[in-house]
């Protein structure tokens, strides 16, 4: 089974930074990676898929990058509504998501 | 639209069973490879288990936590998924959610959820 994991765990940063969000395979998953967005109390929604692709309707500040074992996904700007946990989401072997990781504004 | 309707959860005490069902809409069904993903409480998202369409030999695969208790199956003729829980286990506590991409291992199709509390 592939294993995720997520660094950092958590995050908290000003309006207007750049936030990176590493997640790492345990082996190589190439680019069949998803990033998700879950709001509390809400359903998740797709950011990326296939490692950099950007879902339709999601804004552009999103972005992902990298492939085989580390992949990224940064928020170029970050914005008061980008609040909620990340994660990442391996699709090359079966189905494992990461831990996620919480974003708040500080 | 695309829509995923899930019904079926509630109390159950350890070792009973719950079957989960899940009506979609606005995609062809049959055609698509359908999950189930769960969070527990204040926990993250756990995948669960994947059947894929009947025309590609509706291949199932669960993960490790609930294989040999959990099976996972569909009807084409009413677009319905159906999860089954057997011997469930407190751990089995979460929201339940539906889950698609359609042909694709990434969903940007999720149903509501559906809360299971597994409780003596």
């Known amino acids: 089974d592939i294993q995720m994991t997520q660094s950092p765990s958590s995050l908290s940063a000003s309006v207007g930074d750049r936030v990176t969000i590493t997640c790492r395979a345990s082996?190589?998953?190439?680019?069949?990676l998803a990033w998700y967005q879950q709001k509390p109390g809400k359903v998740p929604k797709l950011l990326i898929y296939?490692?950099?692709f950007l879902q339709s309707g999601v804004p552009s500040r999103f972005s992902g990058s990298g492939s085989g074992t580390d992949l990224t996904l940064t928020i170029s700007s970050l914005q008061p509504e980008d609040v909620g946990t990340y994660y990442c989401?391996?699709?090359?072997?079966?189905?494992?998501f990461g831990p996620g990781t919480k974003v708040d504004i500080k | 639209e695309v829509q995923l309707v899930e019904s079926g959860g509630g109390l159950e005490r350890p070792g009973g069973s719950l079957r989960l069902s899940c009506i979609a809409s606005?995609?062809?069904?049959?055609?698509?490879?359908m999950s189930w993903v769960r969070q527990g409480p204040g926990k993250g998202l756990e995948w669960v288990g994947r059947?894929?369409?009947?025309?590609?030999?509706?291949?199932?695969e669960y993960a490790a936590p609930v294989k040999g208790r959990f099976t996972i199956t569909r009807d084409d003729s009413k677009n319905t998924l159906h999860l089954q829980m057997n011997s469930l286990e407190t751990e089995d506590t979460a929201v339940y959610y539906c889950?698609?991409?359609?042909?694709?291992?990434?969903?940007?199709?999720w149903g509501q959820g559906t809360l299971v509390t597994v409780s003596s």
């Open positions: 889950a698609t991409g359609v042909r694709s291992g990434y969903y940007p199709y």
């Open positions: 606005g995609f062809t069904f049959s055609n698509a490879w």
């Open positions: 059947i894929y369409s009947n025309a590609e030999g509706g291949t199932i």
């Open positions: 082996q190589d998953i190439s680019n069949y």
């Open positions: 296939a490692a950099s």
């Open positions: 989401q391996q699709y090359k072997s079966a189905l494992t």
